[in-house]
């Protein structure tokens, strides 16, 4: 009987640390998100909210950058405002809005990427644990500053009345040239004091007014609405905005420090700001600019809320729609 001498096949046994079930498009790992769709979806709302609301930064911040050229009266939100379109038209609102654009994107691709995950390690299963939200809150607001505080300096140089750079580039240049690469971070000790509780009160008071408002309507807290994330973006950033403007207007000063007439600073430390301020101006001096300021930060939270939100809903439906 004739055998079959053609070659015969036996399947290779896999490698050891072969594993099927993992593939280059690993499931979400929170939220039914991927780690890049947290970062786009973040930087998205970043930058809608800074863009949109960029022309009452300009105002806040030439309320604040007082100087030894400038008078310590009393200037309200009218008058800046009254004096910038008569002075400088339109357009003097939004000197520097290229840099918060080079800034904001990044900074808050990195801000909720790192909000999300840390959420998710801390709360440990628990979507009502306000601590594990603030935490995750201040460790996010921590590493995006790190990111988004050398921007933020240009933005403000550029943003002051008779500002000497010419853009975003040209204040760079100079900056490095005539103080230092460390003069883009002599305000971050204070940013980062300044927004650790700002944005622990901010994420712990959003959570909880989202949970509060979908309460009310029980029917649509599997399908939370826009109006929900808006109104509690606006309560969460106007009460954190009010708490924290004295050590914004500490972060104004060093950051345009020099520039305009403001006063140049021994050293970034917030005691010694704090302490000229006081002597120059009294206490109302640590308060300038609040109202532009919660009138940045309660809109602006909720743009920024309702948008990062939007935009997860958009990703947890395109990731659905793959299943």
Request: glycine share 8%; aromatic share 8%.
């Amino acid at each position: 009987m004739a055998t079959d001498a053609s070659p015969q096949f036996r399947p290779v046994p896999p490698p050891p640390d072969f594993h099927p079930e993992i593939s280059l498009s690993q499931s979400p790992a929170h939220d039914g998100l991927h780690f890049w769709q947290f970062m786009i979806a973040g930087s998205i709302a970043g930058s809608v909210e800074h863009m949109a609301m960029f022309p009452v930064d300009t105002l806040k911040t030439r309320m604040q950058a007082i100087g030894a050229s400038c008078s310590v009266q009393s200037i309200g939100v009218r008058q800046t405002l009254g004096s910038i379109l008569k002075l400088e038209g339109p357009s003097g609102l939004y000197r520097g809005i290229a840099a918060m654009g080079l800034g904001a994107g990044p900074a808050h691709a990195v801000y909720f990427s790192v909000y999300e995950l840390s959420k998710q390690v801390l709360s440990r299963g628990d979507p009502n644990n306000s601590m594990a939200h603030a935490a995750s809150g201040v460790v996010a607001t921590i590493t995006s500053d790190a990111v988004f505080t050398p921007m933020d300096m240009v933005k403000q140089r550029l943003q002051l009345k008779n500002s000497p750079y010419k853009g975003v580039a040209d204040c760079v240049r100079r900056v490095l040239m005539e103080e230092g690469i460390g003069a883009f971070y002599a305000s971050y000790r204070t940013t980062v004091i300044m927004n650790a509780p700002f944005t622990a009160v901010h994420f712990a008071t959003y959570e909880a007014a989202k949970r509060g408002l979908t309460e009310l309507s029980p029917d649509t807290s599997n399908d939370e609405r826009l109006v929900v994330h808006a109104t509690a973006g606006a309560v969460a950033g106007a009460l954190a905005a009010a708490v924290t403007t004295p050590l914004d207007v500490v972060k104004t000063q060093l950051q345009c420090q020099g520039v305009c007439g403001c006063d140049r600073f021994s050293s970034s430390s917030i005691g010694n700001v704090i302490q000229t301020i006081v002597k120059k101006d009294g206490y109302r001096g640590l308060m300038r600019g609040w109202s532009p300021r919660m009138l940045f930060h309660a809109p602006a939270a909720a743009i920024c809320w309702s948008t990062y939100e939007a935009s997860k809903t958009f990703f947890q439906q395109l990731n659905s729609s793959y299943k």
